[in-house]
């Protein structure tokens, strides 16, 4: 059976004042549980594009300096940090499109980029740390929910800036292709413009159809 960290531990729900430091991996540590990876994802809640998840595994090293919420930094410091994540760490990117999050539900499909995005890590983790409430089910290995994680753990704060970044390319990307919509500009949230482009053309391949006002009851 996987260990796992358990929720009950004095530290374990401990938000740094300072932001995301490095005790929740170093408790894994001293349990014998290395290397530990953190993941985290972006783009539940828009209403067109992927939820993308990374998983990361941070060089004891070489952290880089700065790691935080990618919501709590600029989009020009999420792309410096995106770097230096990718030139020091071990890391791994997933994502789950539209037609996945409608087949499913948007929990189900982010949690299962979360667990691929784990599983492509080319250095096995022994333990997962990951942001939210939930445990992506099959994991390679043992996993601890760690809410608010982002602010707490400097790994998953590395996997958020990380996917948050992939995302946000894929949209302006997607933004070239379907330029009606203007991705670029929101990144498929549900911005008043955006649901004025889809009441003047309506959706296209990239839109959640399960979600509101795009639904069908």
Known sequence: MPKHISPDHPDFFIVPESGPDFSLETLAQKRGLWPVAGTDEAGRGPLAGPVVAAAVILDCNAIPVGLNDSKKLSARRREALYEEILATATVSIA????????RRDIRKASLDAMRRAVAGLTL??????????????????GGSAVIEGDARSLSIAAASIIAKVMRDRMMERAAKIYPAYGFDAHAGYGTKAHIQAISDNGPCILHRMSFRPLRQE
Request: proline share 15%; with cysteine.
């Open 124 to 141: 096995a983790p022994a333990h997962v740390l990951c942001d939210g409430r939930d445990v992506p089910p099959g994991l390679i290995c």
């Open 95 to 102: 994502s789950s499109g539209p037609n996945h999050i409608d």
